[in-house]
């Protein structure tokens, strides 16, 4: 019979005890961890713990919020509690790029990301992808029509409400979603977009990047705020080129570097491994 096991992320300032004190009640209370990662913020004085722990008996408290209220009462300290069993549910949306997409699903149905893909949204209608096998999860086509923006957006978090989406992806969904539905999502939407030393924005970045002669290129999963790409970041990687590689040369390993970071910052986040530091993360790695 397998024993039920929970991860534990918290976070507050640096105080002497803490491990101590959580790793005593955690015993007290029937549990043995696991796996225990903490980081230090010297600069901002903050303290960040992620635990694994599982229970020794299938009889022990599966409530870890009230069991842990002391500590959080004594240290001042956030604190979530995710069952190792429990996945949640993802909301993707995409554009006619669809190569982060066929990822994600293929990550979902091999069991690599733990989640439960609950909708997939678009602004092109399904017929755009009809050489992927979506199976049946619900599609949901939503230009931006004669209502404009603000009508599209307000289906979308509908949409949300309704499929109990615990996490949005944003797999090179190419609208930029307003300051409303940002605030909507913070902290739960994830985003992934092409980055380079130089940045270049608009379009056809690959062939700008390709015009000033870039000797890397990259992408960057953040999440999703106000101010346009420049959310936190959770995930980061980069690939060498040289001047032999042309524009479609550097489309195609784009393409490449985008779906595997998007890929981690997804599992990172859904195996809780993020936590947010003023406009940084922690991630704790696994």
């Known amino acids: 019979m397998k024993l039920p096991d929970y991860v534990m992320r918290l976070a507050c300032r640096n105080r002497p005890g803490i491990v101590a004190a959580v790793t005593t009640r955690l015993f007290e209370a029937g549990f043995d961890i696991l796996d225990s990662q903490q980081f230090d913020d010297t600069d901002s004085d ?4 992620r635990m694994h722990f599982q229970a020794t008996d299938p009889n022990v408290t599966s409530d870890i919020e009230s069991l842990m209220q002391p500590m959080v009462a004594r240290f001042d300290m956030s604190i979530t509690v995710q069952h190792c069993d429990q996945k949640r549910r993802v909301l993707i949306m995409t554009s006619k790029a669809d190569h982060c997409l066929a990822d994600l699903l293929y990550r979902w149905r091999t069991g690599e990301i733990p989640m439960n893909v ?15 096998d979506l199976h049946d999860i619900p599609f949901h086509w939503l230009p931006v029509g004669e209502g404009g923006k603000s009508v ?17 992806v944003l797999a090179r969904y190419m609208q930029i979603l ?16 092409h980055s380079f030393l130089p940045g270049f924005k608009g379009a056809k970045p690959y062939h700008q990047a390709y015009e000033r002669g870039v000797k890397l290129i990259g ?30 040369q550097l489309v195609r390993k784009g393409r490449d570097i985008e779906r595997r970071v998007l890929a981690r910052a997804v599992r990172y986040h859904l195996e809780d491994r993020v936590l947010l530091n003023g406009r940084k993360t922690v991630v704790f790695p696994g």
């Open 152 to 168: 599209q957006e307000e289906r979308v978090l509908q949409l949300i409400r309704e499929s109990k989406a615990d996490l949005v």
């Open 118 to 132: 609950v909708a997939i949204v678009s602004n092109h209608p399904r017929e755009a992808f009809s050489h992927l």
């Open 46 to 49: 903050s303290f960040f713990v």
């Open 178 to 193: 307003s300051d409303h539905l940002a605030e909507n999502l913070r902290g739960k939407c994830i985003n992934i977009h």
């Open 219 to 248: 992408a960057t999963a953040h999440y999703v705020t106000a101010d346009l790409d420049e959310g936190p970041i959770i995930e980061q990687d980069v690939e060498r080129i040289s001047h032999r590689d042309m524009p479609d």
